[in-house]
């Protein structure tokens, strides 16, 4: 079930929300929420409704709020999580269950301690279970990236024969390295005889961080479906960026050749409140949505910046939805931008040599501050013309 559209479907509030210190309560998950189903995301992990009374709750309240988004929940394979998980989605215009199993030999031998054909056949008969009471059901080989090819085609075909419409193979500890993960995809959907009826998705974390190259190279390889977060929050280092993910996918589609639904314009607010309520700061160098991400300080990249935005810039800054993209004064700032700052200002200089003046001031004082703000400018300016 291959298609010319990438799904995004966002973990925020499941597998971000496992980040430790990160929890949310169901209020701050509605919000997130609405501001996803904003964005235009396809589908929302709403949650673990067997978790915790709290979980379902906010699962159950995500599936009453959200309309335009398929909301989801996580479900082990086993009978109570899945008729937990149907209970909370019943209120849902969508609702998707989320069963996942391990099929990786470490994790069958000593976490499930359970022999690879049962855990088939608990597989198959979650899936089963599952689609009696949605229609929607997408199956998770937990650390697919470390398990065994002929063992996957198996569980794979299995689960897509008991009613499975998306496989998601997730890169559950971060293993993964991007051609070999994306391999893994292409050599999957070529060997299972039925893989023409589900879509195949990417679920990756960030240990080495390769997470966004990794769901990239899955994409590459025949992934129809991107599971990430916003500001890249998740389970240990983390998982895929939604953010990345999605500009990527914009910013190179002569490469990734793929559309997706999403209002990017909803990104940076999205961070904002995620960041916000979470308690977990944005890095300042993120990617897309740090303070950093659009502003140039260097006077080579200022001036290259002021004559064509596209010398240094491959995005727009209010294409993600910050108000411009920002020309930082420092000691590295050169003449063109410390003047176009001032013309911004009102500040025009009658002759030369106060423009000149006024710069050597300028570099004078940027050698003892990080940064030079408008109120500095304006201050300096006035000392030069008492001076002069
Ligand atoms: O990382 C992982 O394997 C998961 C699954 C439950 C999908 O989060
Ligand atoms: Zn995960």
Redesign the pocket.
């Known amino acids: 079930m291959s298609t010319d559209r990438l799904v995004i479907f966002d973990?925020t509030l499941r597998?971000g929300e496992q980040s430790p210190g990160a929890s949310m309560t169901k209020a701050e998950k509605i919000r997130i929420a609405k501001m996803l189903e904003k964005m235009r995301v396809d589908v929302i992990e709403a949650g673990f409704a067997i978790a915790s009374q709290g979980d379902f709750e906010s699962v159950k309240a995500v599936a009453e709020a959200v309309k335009d988004s398929t909301v989801c929940s996580l479900a082990r394979a086993a009978d109570a999580d899945i008729d937990r998980a149907g209970e909370a989605l019943a209120p849902a215009a969508a609702g998707r269950i989320h069963t996942f199993i391990a099929t990786s030999p470490i994790h069958m031998k000593y976490k499930l301690q359970m022999q690879p054909d049962q855990v088939i056949e608990r597989a198959v008969r979650s899936v089963k279970r599952a689609r009696n009471l949605v229609a929607d059901v997408e199956f998770s080989l937990e650390d697919a990236s470390r398990s065994e090819h002929e063992f996957m085609c198996r569980i794979i075909e299995a689960v897509i024969d008991a009613g499975a419409s998306t496989i998601n193979l997730?890169d559950?500890v971060g293993y993964g390295e991007p051609l070999e993960y994306g391999l893994m995809f292409s050599r999957l959907i070529a060997a299972v005889p039925n893989a023409d009826k589900a879509i195949f998705s990417t679920?990756c974390?960030n240990d080495l961080g390769l997470a966004v190259a990794n769901s990239l190279s899955a994409v590459r390889h025949g992934a129809r479906q991107v599971e990430c977060t916003i500001n890249g929050l998740?389970?240990r280092a983390g998982?895929a960026s939604l953010e990345e993910i999605v500009m990527a996918m914009r910013t190179r589609k002569d490469v990734l050749n793929l559309d997706t639904r999403i209002d990017a314009t909803h990104i940076v607010p999205t961070s904002r409140l995620v960041a916000s309520v979470t308690g977990f700061p944005v890095q300042p160098n993120k990617a897309i949505v740090g303070a950093n991400a659009f502003a140039h300080e260097s006077g080579i990249h200022q001036d290259g910046v002021l004559k064509h935005r596209e010398t240094y810039e491959i995005m727009r800054a209010e294409d993600v939805g910050w108000h411009s993209n920002k020309l930082v004064l420092g000691k590295h700032s050169g003449r063109a931008a410390v003047k176009s700052r001032f013309e911004e200002l009102g500040i025009s200089f009658e002759t030369q040599e106060v423009f000149n003046e006024a710069f050597v001031r300028f570099k004078t004082l940027a050698d003892k501050k990080h940064e030079i703000f408008d109120e500095d400018l304006q201050a300096l300016v006035s000392d030069v013309r008492e001076s002069l």
Do not use: C
Request: without cysteine; hydrophobic residues 0%.
């Open positions: 973990t597998d997730p559950t679920h974390h998740g389970e998982n």
